[in-house]
């Protein structure tokens, strides 16, 4: 928990938490990390997008050596809670630091990984450190802009990556056991039925779009209201589609989190309005059915309105079951530590989604206050985050019976 305080301390604004992707703040996030890694006994390398890796040697290395791999993320999305990423990594070194403290090596490695980017909050694709972990990142995405016209491929450059070496980059092992991710749940369910812990059975697919509205700038006191073609109405009546769209369909979230009005001024017609949209459901099919209708009502919004539309696609992943015999591993560690095994929906996204393209995928949810994520007030107790540490100590264990070979 005082880790968790310290990497908090790490952040490109004052007064509040924001990370991203190839930022100075980032880089000093990892480097303590780092250390942190190296005091648990691992070897620590970074790949050619950055994503942080450390290395707990296993009992006997060799070029078969399996591996099982543990983690989150370190960056954040803008004024962020202070658990969301960083407490996977964190419990996941904590475990390590158990097996060094027990001078303990298991019949595979445990690598560690902290990826560099699954928020999306500087480039907007999802997923972009662990996407490029796993070989799955598009390369359309190295010419992705952010807000100050600096690309993707630039940036991993800044922080002495190499973003032509990324489709050598995906992880090569010769015999991977799973990828296991810890994570604040963000939600309220686990605090509903009052369990420290739980085991995420799916994670729901989400759709990411940018939707742009044209109209005309013009002047606010002298243009007559029939005759404006103002981009933030069309924009306006269109985030209220969205949300009506998600309220008519049963497990359907839908948001617009961010708008942006050209030319910005008091006394000007919004010219153009950009947003953003964000779209989610278990069910890949739903999803994209919700998508198409609200693709389909901003086109008939832009025409009523004499305005232009354009919706452009920047990242959709579908839903991901999670591993159900790596899960059972799991759940059987949670029962061994005293806690009814619950099974719960992620409808937020996880580096998990990503390494589910490689690896068989579980994750193990921790309690939050209020459900409250994706804000300052996001909170664990340390109560429930020992539980977390515990389930792991005996999921590796469970994990080192279950790969001995079979006598
Ligand atoms: O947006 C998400 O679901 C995640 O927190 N990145
Ligand atoms: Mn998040
Ligand atoms: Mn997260």
Do not use: K
């Not at 980032?26 to 050619?48: I, K, N, S, Y």
């Not at 190295?142 to 450059?157: C, K, M, P, Q, Y």
């Not at 769209?245 to 008091?266: L, N």
């Not at 015999?325 to 059987?332: G, M, N, P």
């Amino acid at each position: 928990m005082e880790r968790c305080d310290v990497l908090a301390g790490h952040s490109e604004e004052p007064g509040r938490l924001t990370r991203r992707y190839g930022t100075p703040a980032l880089r000093a996030a990892q480097e303590v990390t780092a250390g942190w890694m190296r005091g648990a006994g691992m070897a620590v390398h970074r790949d050619p997008i950055g994503n942080l890796i450390g290395r707990y040697p296993a009992s006997t290395e060799g070029r078969e050596t399996p591996a099982l791999l543990l983690g989150s993320h370190l960056d954040t999305v803008r004024d962020a809670g202070q658990y969301d990423g960083a407490l996977g990594v964190l419990v996941a070194l904590a475990a390590v630091q158990g097996l060094r403290d027990g001078d303990e090596h298991l019949p595979f490695a445990v690598d560690v990984v902290a990826f560099a980017d699954e928020e999306g909050l500087r480039f907007h694709g999802a997923y972009l450190g662990s996407r490029a972990f796993t070989g799955t990142l598009d390369p359309a995405a190295l010419s992705l802009r952010d807000v100050d016209g600096i690309t993707f491929a630039e940036a991993i450059r800044s922080v002495d990556g190499d973003p032509d070496a990324l489709p050598a980059a995906r992880v090569d092992f010769s015999d991977l056991l799973g990828y296991v991710e810890t994570h604040i749940e963000q939600g309220p369910v686990l605090e509903a039925l009052a369990v420290p812990i739980g085991v995420v059975s799916a994670i729901a697919g989400q759709s990411r779009l940018d939707v742009r509205f044209g109209g005309e700038a013009g002047h606010a006191g002298t243009v007559p209201m029939t005759r404006r073609r103002d981009a933030l109405c069309a924009a306006a009546e269109f985030v209220l589609t969205v949300e009506a769209a998600a309220r008519e369909r049963a497990g359907v979230v839908a948001t617009v989190g961010q708008i942006t009005v050209e030319p910005g001024a008091r006394n000007v017609v919004p010219g153009t309005a950009a947003l953003t949209l964000d779209v989610r459901h278990e069910d890949d099919a739903v999803r994209d059915a919700v998508v198409r209708h609200l693709e389909l009502r901003a086109r008939e919004i832009a025409d009523r309105r004499d305005v232009e539309v354009a919706c452009r696609p920047v990242g959709a992943s579908n839903g991901v079951r999670c591993d159900p015999d790596l899960s059972a591993v799991l759940a059987r560690a949670v029962e061994a530590v005293g806690c009814p095994v619950r099974r719960l929906l992620s409808g937020a996204g996880h580096d998990a989604v990503a390494l589910a393209a490689l690896a068989p995928v579980a994750m193990l949810f921790v309690r939050c206050a209020g459900g409250i994520s994706h804000h300052p007030a996001e909170s664990v107790s340390v109560e429930d985050v020992s539980v977390a540490i515990e389930v792991m100590d005996h999921f590796l264990v469970a994990m080192a019976h279950r790969s001995l070979p079979v006598a």
